[in-house]
């Protein structure tokens, strides 16, 4: 069912041997930016024919109404508003701890340097439809936001056609009780273009966040600028890092949860153990029969995103899945902490047999909405850093200045912009300044 890949005795660069999934956002671009410039061009009108083409949805407004919101939380099953709840109270607790707060370095007697961390004024928060529904990314994307402080939040989100053509109501739920009041029935790329351009109903954004499918991904890339971007999300990704001691079962089931996700969802196991491979490998085909998705998860476990990588032992366990730079990271091995801390390069890290990813999809306290395709060995996942801005504020007074100006004034003469060097003579009097220095511009 899943594919093998054999390091062992391998001394070559790991990254372009292992499983991939196929993300062309290079060639989607061509087809989003039609899309994001009918919305530039046409708002609202653009948005509900290109809803009613893509969606199979007839949208009277783009906006959905606050009463339907708080409708949606009333008839909100009670499991899951614990459960959402519960997950917003973890979540609150593990990001309220990533504020930065304001620093001031006295760099000199009368100069000095404050970072001041501001949020960002307004954020769109894309939450995908598609094959399963997400609640729990609207507390993943929200819930760092207002912990950031950034004063205005939107949410939008495909429409349902099996809805009423409205978005999900446990969307909306989570909506509520997050005390989102702004939400869209917009998804796709045209989503994107609303929040970067602004439409009659929706007021443009300067930051978007949240993953989706590769449309959404070819339209953060193409109006990155016009508007920040947190990562241009691909196939979701799950690498086990394995032993003997791991417990077939549980390696199996984790592969599966990843895989139900999309046909496209990648999920590798690394091990140096030829017999628990055997082992998954029975598992995988034992569990895969009995799951509610198995034609979903069939086909993203006989992708060729997919596969058991078997090297010599943990070192080089280690770097391979720090060459795959997964999005999330299981370490089911002996001593998993000590293994865990040697890791460089992933999304997020489980430790042990009882942390499986889908703790921290719903419930661990940690952000979900993760780097993919690699990108982890540069990027993180999204935190309340991510709607923060640092901003340099410098305030010297006269003497500092002073006692610097020779410095920058060779400086600005050193990269030929002798103006630099003016700014600084114009504020005080001729003959006032020590400019004197044994350097001297060479000769060109």
């Not at 809803?51 to 708080?70: Q, Y």
């Not at 001041?116 to 760092?144: I, K």
Request: proline residues 5%; contains cysteine; aromatic residues 4%.
């Amino acid at each position: 069912m899943i594919s093998r890949i054999d390091l062992r005795g391998s001394l070559e660069d790991p990254r372009d041997l292992l499983p991939r999934a196929e993300f062309d956002v290079e060639a989607a671009l061509e087809k989003v930016r039609p899309i994001c410039e009918d919305v530039r061009h046409r708002g609202v009108a653009a948005l509900v024919e290109l809803t009613e083409r893509f969606d199979g949805v007839r949208l009277g407004s783009t906006r959905v109404p606050e009463a339907e919101i708080s409708a949606a939380l009333e008839t909100l099953d009670p499991k899951v508003r614990a459960a959402l709840e519960e997950s917003i109270r973890r979540a609150r607790l593990v990001h309220h701890e990533q504020r930065r707060t304001d620093h001031t370095t006295q760099v000199v007697p009368g100069g000095s340097v404050t970072e001041r961390w501001v949020p960002v004024d307004r954020v769109g928060l894309y939450v995908p439809g598609g094959l399963a529904v997400y609640p729990s990314s609207v507390v993943m994307n929200v819930v760092p936001a207002q912990e950031a402080g950034v004063p205005g939040i939107a949410v939008t989100s495909p429409p349902q056609k099996d809805h009423g053509g409205r978005v999900h109501p446990t969307i909306l739920a989570a909506c509520a009780l997050l005390g989102v009041r702004e939400v869209y029935a917009v998804g796709g790329a045209q989503a994107i273009a609303m929040f970067a351009y602004g439409t009659e109903e929706c007021a443009p954004v300067n930051l978007v966040t949240g993953p989706g499918n590769i449309y959404v991904a070819a339209a953060k890339r193409l109006l990155k600028g016009r508007i920040g971007i947190d990562a241009e999300a691909g196939p979701t990704e799950i690498a086990v890092l394995a032993d003997d001691s791991a417990v077939p079962a549980e390696v199996a089931a984790d592969l599966i949860s990843q895989a139900e996700h999309d046909p496209m969802a990648a999920s590798v196991l690394v091990t140096d153990s030829l017999a628990l491979a055997d082992a998954v490998e029975v598992e995988l085909e034992r569990q895969v029969a009995e799951t509610k998705h198995r034609e979903r998860v069939t086909e993203a476990l006989t992708g060729r995103q997919s596969g058991t990588v078997l090297v010599d032992d943990l070192e080089q366990g280690l770097r391979v899945v720090n060459a795959y730079a997964a999005e999330h990271l299981e370490i089911q091995t002996r001593d998993a902490a000590a293994v865990a801390a040697r890791v460089r390069n992933a999304g997020a890290i489980f430790v042990g047999r009882y942390a499986p990813v889908s703790l921290g999809d719903y419930a661990a306290g940690s952000n979900h909405v993760l780097p993919t395709g690699g990108c982890a060995c540069h990027s993180s996942g999204l935190s309340v850093q991510s709607f923060l801005r640092g901003i340099h504020v410098i305030d010297y007074d006269r003497r500092a200045l002073a006692e610097v100006a020779a410095h920058v004034v060779n400086l600005a003469n050193a990269e030929d912009l002798p103006g630099h060097g003016d700014a600084v003579r114009a504020r005080f009097a001729e003959g006032e300044l020590d400019l004197h220095s044994d350097w001297t511009v060479p000769d060109a």
